[in-house]
């Protein structure tokens, strides 16, 4: 049996890096983590190829070769996925959908021949049972959830892990919170089921075997949803790891600002090895957040947890939300006064979206608000707002103007940097130094630093870091990186001109 394992394109948006990794020489940031656990799931001695759209181009032999295509999409990844469906089906191959795209809308895809929804771990083995019956139905989905501790190391073999920056695994899934704009609840529950450390140690190795030396993501949508685990497994095991690895990479992962109110799950995450963390910040209205029942993040001193855990040693991303129902034409300023008083580097800034399988698509579609057609755009919404569309498209555009211009991150930038001294660890993160990376500096200085619209402030940062903390000349590259990855994106949003609907 012949089976292509698909993972569709992304859309140019801030977690694509897609102009960052032209820079550095990457052409992928992370890799598909849910094909590569498929493939291992799958039967050992079927042939397997998988094919990841965002590093390489899909040709028709390839197609022709298999005899199943077995396609995993996200939400953002709906243009692409819809195109390599249409592409997939004019070559008569049979094709096998899964994800989170699939989960709560396989009904949108008529061309699909198969759906293994929800968690593979239980509905892939019912396709394969009748897959060898020559009895397939057409829709394999369940309500149960998978038992972690028991899925099998992701087949690495598949993929160059070196054309990626980052290398991926994942310890848990689900999360305990309710947020209602988000889908984690309703696709893997509230009771966060986690891996045996030994698993996550397993993983690690194969990935530094694969040849995979720098950053890794823990792709948690809430690494710390089950905290008396985490302190009590995994944390002390990744620990001991990085005492034995004197090269052990850095880790990155999402977390609740939550992380703030306990000291000794941040110092255990810290000499484990964690250092970027992902907070979903949202909004500094407390209406806004008690509304969405962002109720993690009220009723907190959110500037001084942020300053708690950046002096702690973590580099915070914000990610930041406008467009909710008790939003005001003041969020706008609101929300760049936030962002620039908090030091925040890297921020995400989206128009609130409601996706399938959340609690807000639901109240959207009883109020008749949703928008039909809408490929999850980072810069789109599939709601029709309260506040009025023109303050919103206004607004919006201010917003993403002063937080990605070069200045605002110059400033944001320096700022951090002169409190920022990194993590007081038993075993600090190290580095070789490779050829590669001599490479990737001039690409850096050429690419940003001579070409980049950026460059004043790529030379200013540079500069100052130099003369005031040469220390941490590597978070100035990083955030002069970013800073280019911003205006970027920024001229895109520019580019497309992107309307909101009427309301």
């Given at each position: 049996?012949?089976?292509?394992?698909?993972?569709?394109?992304?859309?140019?948006?801030?977690?694509?890096?897609?102009?960052?990794?032209?820079?550095?020489?990457?052409?992928?940031?992370?890799?598909?983590?849910?094909?590569?656990?498929?493939?291992?799931?799958?039967?050992?001695?079927?042939?397997?190829?998988?094919?990841?759209?965002?590093?390489?181009?899909?040709?028709?032999?390839?197609?022709?070769?298999?005899?199943?295509?077995?396609?995993?999409?996200?939400?953002?990844?709906?243009?692409?996925?819809?195109?390599?469906?249409?592409?997939?089906?004019s070559c008569g191959v049979n094709?096998?959908?899964?994800?989170?795209?699939?989960?709560?809308?396989?009904?949108?895809?008529?061309?699909?021949?198969?759906?293994?929804?929800?968690?593979?771990?239980?509905?892939?083995?019912?396709?394969?049972?009748?897959?060898?019956?020559?009895?397939?139905?057409?829709?394999?989905?369940?309500?149960?959830?998978?038992?972690?501790?028991?899925?099998?190391?992701?087949?690495?073999?598949?993929?160059?892990?070196?054309?990626?920056?980052?290398?991926?695994?994942?310890?848990?899934?689900?999360?305990?919170?309710?947020?209602?704009?988000?889908?984690?609840?309703?696709?893997?529950?509230r009771i966060p089921r986690v891996?045996?450390?030994?698993?996550?140690?397993?993983?690690?190795?194969?990935?530094?075997?694969?040849?995979?030396?720098?950053?890794?993501?823990?792709?948690?949508?809430?690494?710390?949803?089950?905290?008396?685990?985490?302190?009590?497994?995994?944390?002390?095991?990744?620990?001991?790891?990085?005492?034995?690895?004197?090269?052990?990479?850095?880790?990155?992962?999402?977390?609740?600002?939550?992380?703030?109110?306990?000291?000794?799950?941040?110092?255990?995450?810290?000499?484990?090895?964690?250092?970027?963390?992902?907070?979903?910040?949202?909004?500094?209205?407390?209406?806004?957040?008690?509304?969405?029942?962002?109720?993690?993040?009220?009723?907190?001193?959110?500037?001084?947890?942020?300053?708690?855990?950046?002096?702690?040693?973590?580099?915070?991303?914000?990610?930041?939300?406008?467009?909710?129902?008790?939003?005001?034409?003041?969020?706008?300023?609101?929300?760049?006064?936030f962002i620039s008083e908090s030091?925040?580097?890297?921020?995400?800034?989206?128009?609130?979206?409601?996706?399938?399988?959340?609690?807000?698509?639901?109240?959207?579609?009883?109020?008749?608000?949703?928008?039909?057609?809408?490929?999850?755009?980072?810069?789109?919404?599939?709601?029709?707002?309260?506040?009025?569309?023109?303050?919103?498209?206004?607004?919006?555009?201010?917003?993403?103007?002063?937080?990605?211009?070069?200045?605002?991150?110059?400033?944001?930038?320096?700022?951090?940097?002169?409190?920022?001294?990194?993590?007081?660890?038993?075993?600090?993160?190290?580095?070789?130094?490779?050829?590669?990376?001599?490479?990737?500096?001039?690409?850096?200085?050429?690419?940003?630093?001579?070409?980049?619209?950026?460059?004043?402030?790529?030379?200013?940062?540079?500069?100052?870091?130099?003369?005031?903390?040469?220390?941490?000349?590597?978070?100035?590259?990083?955030?002069?990186?970013?800073?280019?990855?911003?205006?970027?994106?920024?001229?895109?949003?520019?580019?497309?001109?992107?309307?909101?609907?009427?309301?």
């Amino acid at each position: 049996m012949n089976i292509l394992l698909l993972y569709p394109k992304m859309t140019d948006t801030f977690w694509s890096m897609n102009h960052l990794l032209k820079v550095v020489g990457k052409k992928g940031s992370y890799p598909p983590l849910g094909l590569l656990t498929v493939a291992s799931l799958l039967p050992k001695d079927w042939n397997k190829k998988l094919i990841d759209l965002n590093t390489e181009k899909l040709n028709d032999e390839e197609i022709h070769w298999a005899d199943y295509v077995f396609i995993s999409a996200m939400n953002v990844q709906s243009v692409s996925a819809r195109e390599v469906i249409k592409r997939c089906k004019s070559c008569g191959v049979n094709i096998v959908c899964g994800g989170t795209l699939f989960t709560h809308e396989y009904e949108s895809f008529p061309q699909v021949d198969h759906f293994v929804l929800n968690e593979a771990e239980i509905t892939l083995p019912l396709f394969l049972k009748d897959l060898e019956k020559n009895n397939l139905k057409r829709i394999y989905k369940t309500e149960m959830f998978a038992n972690v501790a028991e899925s099998p190391l992701p087949q690495w073999d598949l993929i160059n892990i070196k054309n990626y920056e980052y290398s991926i695994v994942q310890y848990s899934r689900g999360c305990p919170y309710l947020c209602d704009f988000c889908d984690v609840t309703a696709l893997f529950g509230r009771i966060p089921r986690v891996k045996s450390p030994a698993q996550i140690i397993n993983e690690l190795n194969e990935i530094l075997k694969a040849g995979h030396s720098d950053m890794i993501l823990f792709a948690d949508d809430n690494l710390i949803g089950n905290k008396n685990v985490l302190k009590s497994e995994l944390l002390p095991a990744l620990i001991e790891w990085r005492s034995q690895n004197e090269f052990a990479p850095g880790f990155a992962t999402q977390v609740t600002i939550n992380l703030a109110d306990d000291d000794e799950l941040m110092r255990l995450m810290l000499e484990a090895g964690f250092r970027h963390i992902f907070i979903g910040i949202e909004t500094p209205e407390e209406e806004s957040l008690l509304a969405s029942r962002k109720k993690q993040n009220a009723k907190r001193k959110l500037l001084q947890n942020i300053k708690h855990l950046q002096t702690s040693g973590f580099i915070v991303t914000g990610g930041f939300i406008v467009g909710f129902d008790t939003d005001t034409p003041s969020i706008f300023d609101n929300q760049i006064k936030f962002i620039s008083e908090s030091n925040i580097v890297i921020a995400t800034i989206n128009l609130l979206k409601a996706p399938p399988g959340t609690e807000l698509h639901e109240r959207m579609k009883k109020e008749n608000r949703l928008i039909d057609k809408f490929d999850f755009d980072e810069n789109m919404s599939n709601i029709r707002f309260k506040i009025d569309r023109e303050i919103i498209n206004e607004g919006y555009k201010s917003v993403l103007n002063n937080v990605y211009s070069p200045e605002k991150v110059y400033k944001r930038a320096i700022n951090f940097l002169k409190y920022y001294n990194g993590a007081k660890v038993a075993n600090p993160i190290k580095r070789k130094i490779k050829f590669s990376d001599y490479i990737t500096l001039l690409r850096i200085i050429i690419y940003v630093g001579i070409l980049g619209n950026c460059r004043i402030h790529f030379w200013k940062l540079i500069i100052w870091t130099l003369k005031k903390y040469p220390a941490k000349l590597d978070y100035a590259f990083l955030f002069v990186l970013l800073m280019f990855q911003f205006n970027k994106m920024f001229e895109r949003y520019l580019s497309l001109n992107h309307k909101i609907p009427e309301n």
